[in-house]
């Protein structure tokens, strides 16, 4: 099992900045991929941003790629999305997930979820 717990989300005016973070407790993450998916009242659960734990790379949807950026911190177990020049097309509940692959950019990947944090964006 896999646990996840986020923390960070807040309201925010567009073009600001927010850091999300996810702490992740459980079996070993050997070959496991971590990602951020979002959701936004009323549309399914979006992909946002993978990293693979075990290599350094990174995937990021069209929408997010140059403006987010995600990282991890092995001895914190710790996953962080950072969000810059933030749109109010941005707001969602943003989730942490994970899989047991390095490359994740669908949610048919993702084995365990965390509860979500609120991001809110205005104009």
């Known amino acids: 099992q896999v646990q996840l717990v986020e923390s960070g989300g807040g309201s925010v005016q567009a073009g600001g900045s927010l850091r999300l973070s996810c702490v992740v407790s459980?079996?070993?993450?050997?070959?496991?991929?971590l990602a951020w998916f979002r959701q936004a009242p009323g549309e399914g659960r979006e992909f946002v941003a993978g990293?693979?734990?075990?290599?350094?790379?990174?995937g990021y949807a069209d929408s997010v790629r140059g403006r987010f950026t995600i990282s991890k911190d092995y001895g914190k177990r710790a996953v962080y999305l950072q969000m810059d020049s933030l749109k109010p097309e941005d707001t969602a509940v943003y989730f942490c997930?994970?899989?047991?692959?390095?490359?994740?950019?669908?949610?048919?990947?993702?084995?365990?979820w965390g509860q979500g944090t609120q991001v809110t964006v205005s104009s």
């Open positions: 990293i693979g734990w075990t290599d350094d790379n990174t």
């Open positions: 459980g079996r070993t993450l050997s070959g496991y991929g």
């Open positions: 997930a994970a899989g047991p692959r390095l490359r994740i950019t669908t949610a048919q990947a993702i084995s365990y």
